[in-house]
């Protein structure tokens, strides 16, 4: 008896020893994070470029709505139109089909892209266009009838598999998200977690409901009533990777169903007195994030190598120490390149002024492509892209 309970508790010791140990979730507290505030560029890039998008009657933008990077092309949605230039910012064809007919599309809501397929889908009104793409344009496909009103659309990675996810801030969605195969068939539902009844009549459309970040073959989801953020893995489970605490900061259901009307005396919306996160931007070295609350804007970056957190103000942004270049904000992240980008006016007026002509650079042959751009450049050109390497 007393050899038996002595092997029974080395048995209990050993499998103690050999119990795989999971490690806490990174957490990030958003209002304090355990870093310092950078002002230049070059505290976290080796390398700025300038990409002037070719100014064409087929391709001028109001705004660059979305951007993502094929093998060799750049794809811009303007909501109206989807455009494709080269690296070098030539413009190639866009996809322009606005109207009600088979094919077409009211609006371009969102869209994604699988370069290694040459195929194209396009989110609009409960509808999703497929197109296949050549060497000149577009060709549709298949138009897919989803019976219900998803807000965005992604491809899961090396999938044919979609993502389809919802809007939050009604109320009134049955899921957050819906994974369908390209025929339409259901692989997997997530229901919305924060349903509510509106009371109010006052809606308030938030275009960071769900963000949506992709990185090294993995998408993840973060919806702006919660703080964690999870990997959807291959089985389509919903995998907590990290947590953005905003100290119970964030917007609430008990508000949205009663959102107070704006008063005239204040000015702001209701919604400013909550922390909202806007964007997450991902690559090998940094995992970054924008928040508003109140009357502030941070960007918060979280270099994944180090575990540290360092932020910058979102209204001021980095300063361009490497080219002499505006002021930056990342957008865009595509294939580990960061991307911003400006206006031509903004850039053009930047670039006139004594502050470029006198500024110190730690890369005096960008800023000579600079001065050689802005002697080409009018105010009604195009927009451009600001590519930026971050430091390895």
């Not at 958003?30 to 990409?51: F, M, N, Q």
């Not at 050549?134 to 999938?159: A, N, R, W």
């Not at 919903?238 to 005239?264: H, R």
Request: aromatic share 12%; glycine share 6%.
């Amino acid at each position: 008896m007393k050899y038996t309970i002595l092997f029974i508790i080395a048995a209990l010791l050993c499998s103690c020893k050999t119990r795989p140990q999971t490690s806490p979730l990174t957490t990030i507290d958003v209002l304090s994070p355990a870093g310092t505030e950078i002002k230049k560029i070059s505290e976290i890039a080796s390398d700025v470029r300038y990409i002037p998008l070719e100014t064409n009657p087929d391709a001028f933008m109001r705004f660059v709505g979305n951007l993502k990077e094929g093998k060799d092309k750049f794809y811009i949605n303007t909501v109206l139109e989807l455009l494709c230039f080269d690296k070098a910012g030539k413009f190639l064809y866009k996809l322009a089909q606005q109207g009600r007919g088979p094919g077409e599309y009211t609006y371009l809501s969102d869209y994604d892209i699988r370069p290694e397929k040459n195929q194209v889908i396009i989110l609009t009104r409960g509808k999703l266009n497929f197109y296949n793409e050549s060497d000149t344009g577009f060709v549709i496909q298949k138009q897919l009838d989803l019976k219900m009103q998803p807000s965005y659309v992604d491809f899961f990675p090396e999938q044919d598999n979609i993502l389809l996810s919802f809007s939050a801030s009604t109320g009134e969605n049955k899921y957050q998200c819906v994974g369908i195969d390209p025929n339409g068939d259901t692989l997997f539902i997530r229901p919305n977690f924060y349903k509510f009844t509106r009371n109010s009549r006052v809606v308030m459309g938030f275009s960071s409901d769900n963000i949506i970040n992709r990185y090294d073959g993995t998408i993840s989801i973060k919806g702006f009533l919660n703080d964690t953020v999870y990997n959807i893995d291959t089985e389509y489970k919903f995998v907590p990777s990290m947590i953005l605490n905003t100290g119970g900061k964030s917007i609430t259901t008990d508000f949205l169903a009663d959102v107070p009307a704006p008063t005239s005396e204040s000015g702001a919306s209701p919604a400013a007195a909550f922390l909202a996160i806007s964007e997450i931007l991902e690559n090998e070295k940094y995992l970054m994030f924008r928040y508003y609350y109140q009357e502030s804007a941070k960007w918060i970056m979280f270099d994944k190598e180090n575990r540290q957190t360092f932020y910058f103000d979102a209204k001021e942004l980095l300063k361009d120490d490497i080219s002499g270049g505006i002021n930056i904000e990342p957008k865009f992240i595509c294939n580990g390149i960061i991307y911003g980008w400006t206006d031509a006016m903004k850039l053009k007026t930047h670039l006139s002024g004594d502050d470029f002509r006198n500024a110190e650079v730690m890369n005096p042959a960008r800023k000579a492509e600079l001065e050689k751009l802005a002697a080409t450049l009018e105010e009604d050109d195009n927009h451009l892209l600001i590519a930026i390497t971050p430091q390895k």
